[in-house]
């Protein structure tokens, strides 16, 4: 089975406290629940990682050359806006990247409207709440078929 790795970078963790009428109630528990039931529907296992530390999500995107990892989808939140350590540790990669976001941010404030990733990311899916991870994944699933 393919395996796709979901990150989730800074203050993802609280996702269900946070800004309910931008990011709604959804907890990353149940996020990450609801990607990977379906994944398992596209023929896909997903294996989902959280941190706030910048390192450690670059020490992720690393690890994933050699753990089998067939594409990647990036929810980095506010680092998408300005990481170029993020963006360089996606560039190494050789497999697929999608970036997903809950909400709209081009809807939002102008600095959420520039993502760092755009030169390295096959697209970006945005404002569909836990949609944005499904229709990523959908996309990830068609890429890898
Ligand atoms: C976010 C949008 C970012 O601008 C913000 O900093 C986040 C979450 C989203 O999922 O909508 O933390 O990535």
């Known amino acids: 089975m393919k395996k796709v790795l979901v990150l989730h970078g800074i203050n993802l963790n609280m996702f269900g406290k946070r800004d309910p009428a ?29 941190t706030n530390h910048e390192g450690e999500m670059a020490q992720r995107i690393h690890d994933a050359h050699t753990d089998g990892t067939s594409a990647v ?12 350590g993020i963006a360089d540790a996606l560039a190494i ?20 409207h520039h993502s760092v990733f755009a030169p390295v990311v096959k697209g970006v899916v945005s404002g569909l709440g836990v949609d944005s991870y499904k229709m990523a ?9």
């Open 93 to 112: 990669l050789e497999v697929p990247v999608i970036e997903v976001h809950m909400s709209h941010v081009h809807g939002r404030e102008e600095f959420r």
């Open 22 to 50: 931008q990011y709604g109630t959804v907890t990353l528990a149940q996020i990450d629940e609801e990607v990977k039931v379906f994944g398992r529907e596209l023929g896909l296992e997903v294996d989902c990682f959280q």
């Open 73 to 84: 989808l990036i929810n980095a939140g506010a680092w998408t806006h300005y990481s170029y």
């Open 137 to 145: 994944l959908r996309a990830a699933a068609n890429l890898l078929s």
